[in-house]
């Protein structure tokens, strides 16, 4: 699934290309697409017409578009396959084109929502009032990600001492810190020599610091990368895959050299995930 730089990647794409249009007409090919606006096809289309699109907005892994006077949102859910695409309108559609969005300027282009395994979709909320990021009301229990200018550093910390859990379950809990998924964890946790299942009890606040400066490290390096792309699903709005895969250290690599010290890197399952570390650079505690 994609994480914050795949979405932020992204969300800059739709800003040039998107932000303060008019909608024209929405055509939904695929109800399940919009299955999230419990409304149904004809109301998300109709609700969509004649309205201006502000300028695109994320928080961690989640994307939205303003709708109009910014007191709606339309809130677009990637899943494991999904595709916000800026397309000219005489381009072959997409084999798994779900939406499409066209728009009453003389630009050029629509926007199409493609997603082959359906698990995506896009859908029309209320944003949270008072909220200066104009939030859809169905995402406020997401903490701010580790990029936002007004993530707390300390107050992670705290937070991350009084849970009883491990790091890595703990940098997914996307109501303590968003953005975060399986490639970029394994791959801070690699950088700070950490391993998963160390108890978050016990991390101390120097400790901490360094995890967050890898993982803003790590991310901004996919990110000037176009993110991770495994397969030809995670793309821009222009269809282009990142390429930062070829820099992972540890996911991805098992039985591959540590860049670091040599040692085979080792995957374990992991909730239905895998963790990818060095066994020797990233001891696990001895409880584990």
């Known amino acids: 699934m994609p994480e ?25 090919l695929h109800p399940r697409a919009i299955r999230r606006h419990l409304a149904g096809p004809a109301d998300f289309g109709t609700q969509l017409t004649g309205q201006r699109l502000g300028a695109a907005r994320r928080r961690g892994k989640y994307l939205w578009l303003p709708v109009g006077d910014g007191s709606r949102a339309v809130l677009a859910h990637l899943g494991m396959s ?55 009301d169905v995402i406020a229990h997401i903490a701010r990600d580790p990029l936002d200018p007004a993530f707390d550093d300390a107050a992670f910390h705290t937070a991350l001492r009084g849970r009883r859990t491990t790091v890595k379950r703990a ?69 282009q895959s990142g390429y930062f895969d070829r820099s992972l250290d540890a996911y991805g690599r098992e039985d591959e050299p540590c860049r670091r010290c040599g040692t085979a890197i080792r995957r374990r399952p992991w909730m239905n995930r895998s963790s990818y570390f060095c066994p020797r650079c990233q001891r696990p505690p001895r409880a584990a």
């Open 171 to 239: 940098l997914l809990d996307q109501s303590l810190i968003s953005g975060v998924g399986n490639i970029y964890a394994d791959e801070a946790l690699w950088r700070t020599r950490l391993h998963y299942e160390r108890p978050t009890a016990g991390l101390t606040r120097p400790r901490t610091a360094e995890l967050l400066t890898h993982i803003r490290e790590v991310m901004n390096e996919a990110l000037a990368a176009g993110g991770t792309s495994f397969d030809s699903l995670y793309v821009n709005v222009n269809g």
């Open 82 to 136: 999904g595709q916000l695409l800026v397309q000219p309108p005489d381009a072959p559609d997409e084999k798994h084109l779900r939406v499409r969005i066209r728009f009453a300027d003389t630009e050029g282009t629509e926007l199409r929502f493609v997603d082959q395994r359906t698990f995506g979709g896009l859908s029309l909320h209320d944003t949270v009032l008072g909220d200066p990021d104009g939030l859809p």
């Open 4 to 28: 914050l730089p795949e979405v932020e990647v992204v969300r800059r794409g739709l800003e040039r290309w998107v932000g303060g249009r008019t909608v024209a007409a929405v055509e939904v």
